[in-house]
């Protein structure tokens, strides 16, 4: 079916041109990008046109002058940015993956979309070489994804060529669901790292409130120390009343060991050991360079909480 240069321009105000258009891969950069970083919209509004010609088979004058695609800055420099981008997302979204995997992996990722964008496409075998080389070089730092994304353009642009004509296009429902699915593996890490941080703000705004509730109960909690030091109340002994301030200070110790664990209080030993493996895993330093001083803190709050309950279970059982 012919497309229409008026349907195009409807659909361009909505973001859906590309997969009018059976640009795929421009369909999902354009998605994964927020419309190209906002500049977009501009140049495609510009190019229309041309990709509607293309699309109906009308040759565009200029198109394929030769059998290598010219060197584009253009599209060198789009390759860059979002390789960066790509990598910095996986950084922050992923910060539990070894950063010698993730970050090189989405560098690749993203600076082999570019290439594919139009009638253009690189070899991705290449294109991630280059990526995990360099980030190789640089130790997996967060600030090896530029080097990265500029090795795999370079590598993207030596090795680019036009796709071939003539390939049957997948039906509209396949195209929508693949283009899901791949919207869906890029926002997943991003939507878990952005709730984790939304209940620590929970969190931290409740703190001032359980603060209030303490306070409140601070005179019940006084009059029942009082009464226990003075004997009126049953089953506690004279050893236990001397050191009433001792026990309840490990007390309050212990629940805030199992807050920090994130487990309810009185749980059993394995749970304690099992949570405390899995935040050490998340939280430690050598996974979370991006944010290391926050990293060293919970990592050092989990082992003083580990080791509070560890020594509270050992005196219990001796």
Not at 276 to 284: A, F
Request: net charge positive; aromatic share 8%.
């Amino acid at each position: 079916m012919a497309k229409r240069l008026v349907v195009a321009y409807g659909l361009w105000a909505l973001g859906l041109h590309h997969i009018y258009l059976g640009r795929d891969s421009h369909a999902l950069l354009w998605m994964l990008t927020l419309g190209g970083f906002g500049g977009g919209w501009l140049w495609d509004f510009w190019h229309l046109p041309g990709w509607v010609a293309a699309a109906n088979g009308v040759r565009v004058p200029g198109d394929r002058g030769g059998t290598v695609p010219a060197l584009s800055p253009l599209r060198l420099a789009g390759q860059v940015t979002v390789g960066t981008y790509f990598g910095l997302v996986a950084a922050l979204g992923l910060p539990w993956v070894p950063a010698l995997l993730a970050q090189p992996l989405a560098v690749g990722l993203g600076v082999h979309l570019v290439s594919s964008v139009g009638d253009q496409t690189a070899e991705a075998p290449g294109i991630l070489a280059a990526a995990f080389l360099a980030s190789l070089l640089f130790q997996g730092r967060v600030l090896a994804v530029l080097p990265a994304s500029l090795a795999a353009s370079i590598v993207a642009q030596r090795h680019r060529r036009y796709k071939p004509r003539g390939m049957p296009q997948p039906r509209l429902s396949a195209r929508l669901y693949h283009l899901g699915l791949a919207c869906l593996a890029f926002a997943a890490p991003l939507s878990c790292c952005g709730l984790c941080g939304a209940a620590r703000v929970l969190g931290t705004l409740l703190a001032p409130l359980r603060a209030a509730t303490e306070l409140l109960l601070l005179p019940l909690r006084a009059g029942q120390l009082l009464a226990g030091l003075l004997g009126f109340t049953g089953g506690s002994s004279a050893q236990e009343r001397g050191t009433g301030f001792q026990l309840s200070g490990w007390t309050e110790r212990q629940q805030q060991a199992y807050e920090v664990l994130g487990i309810p209080a009185g749980s059993s030993a394995e749970d304690v050991h099992r949570s405390y493996r899995e935040l050490v895993k998340v939280w430690h330093p050598d996974h979370n360079r991006h944010r290391a001083e926050e990293a060293e803190r919970r990592f050092i709050e989990l082992q003083e909480a580990y080791e509070e309950l560890a020594g509270a279970r050992r005196a219990a059982g001796g």
